[in-house]
């Protein structure tokens, strides 16, 4: 048996990251998600450009905040970035969602668990409370984006895998929702959903439980096996984590100067950033296949075209 394939995954987030039941604040507000994969048997060779700019950037006294940096600082660092990334030839990856989009989506579900309610109000059985537990942005973009590191590697044959995941400080509830997302992804375990209700003609609580499972066909299941996953969240001081906050930043940015004309259209196609200029870095698969069903489908935007 091959030793699996280790890889450095640095990531970070930008934009919207908060809950669906909150609609977008301006147009075409979204959240965006971006990473940079580095094979662990290469770091050696190719984190010292990025390590440099850690140097290069930090100020004598004082940590590096980008936000602290001066604007003709800030161009200075994002061109540093582009550079070390395009002469690194490491591939980049983004996943993008429109809040509104995800608060529609919220919305349709939370009008079918209503109706469903009122269709067995007359029921001898009585539920609880209505309770509303809407999804995170936050956990959908980190879900994404691991679809897409998965999926990458699956079309490079690299179909056992171990992974480091780099990211800035994280909350340890949201690391592990992260952690919950990436194995939920290579599960084939059903999902069950349990509730509970009160039998007024029986005096009793009856229970019961839905239980999901999606089988897939041979040709789309997933082969990639992912032998350890490791979350690291750095402090400070590594290039790599540095150059995903750049990126992930500029991507927002771009997705905030879209004309209007594409203010609504998809956002995770290699059209939606061919104006980046990390284009060629971020166009990292052979087959991007016929369109992205979740942020681009399932989250759509309301006024997409």
């Keep these: ?13 930008s934009g919207a990251k908060g809950y669906a039941d909150q609609d977008e604040q301006f147009p075409g507000e979204v959240g965006v998600f971006a990473g940079i994969l580095m094979p662990e048997s290469c770091a050696g060779q190719k984190l010292g450009p ?25 161009q200075a ?95 340890a509830p949201i690391l592990k929702d992260f952690e919950k997302a990436a194995i939920d992804l290579l599960s084939m375990a059903p999902t069950v959903s349990q509730s509970s209700g009160f039998d007024t003609a029986t005096r009793s609580v009856v229970r019961g439980q839905v239980s999901i499972q999606v089988n897939y066909p041979p040709e789309l299941a997933i082969q990639t096996v992912v032998h350890e996953l490791v979350f690291n969240p750095i402090r400070e001081g590594d290039g790599l984590v540095l150059a995903a906050d750049v990126l992930a930043n500029s991507l927002n940015h771009l997705f905030k ?47 997409a075209p």
Aim: aromatic share 8%; proline share 5%.
């Design 50 to 74: 990025f390590q440099d700019l850690v140097a290069k950037y930090t100020p004598p006294s004082g940590k590096l905040h980008i936000a602290d940096l001066l604007d003709e600082q800030k």
């Design 77 to 171: 660092l994002r061109e540093d970035v582009y550079a070390a990334i395009q002469n690194s030839g490491l591939p980049c990856f983004w996943y993008a969602i429109h809040v509104a989009g995800f608060h529609r989506r919220y919305k349709e579900e939370q009008q079918l668990l209503d109706a469903a309610r009122q269709a067995s109000a007359s029921s001898a059985v009585k539920r609880g409370s209505k309770r509303s537990n809407p999804a995170s942005m936050h956990e959908a973009l980190f879900a994404g984006i691991y679809a897409h590191l998965v999926a990458f590697m699956e079309e490079r044959g690299k179909t056992d895998v171990c992974i480091e995941v780099r990211s800035d400080q994280i909350d």
């Design 1 to 13: 048996m091959t030793e699996p394939t280790r890889i450095i995954f640095a990531c970070d987030e």
């Design 257 to 303: 100067s879209r004309a209007p004309s594409e203010l609504y259209g998809d956002l995770n196609r290699p059209e939606a950033i061919a104006s980046h200029p990390l284009a060629k870095s971020l166009d990292a698969f052979h087959d991007w296949g016929s369109g992205d069903l979740v942020g681009d489908r399932l989250y759509r935007h309301p006024l």
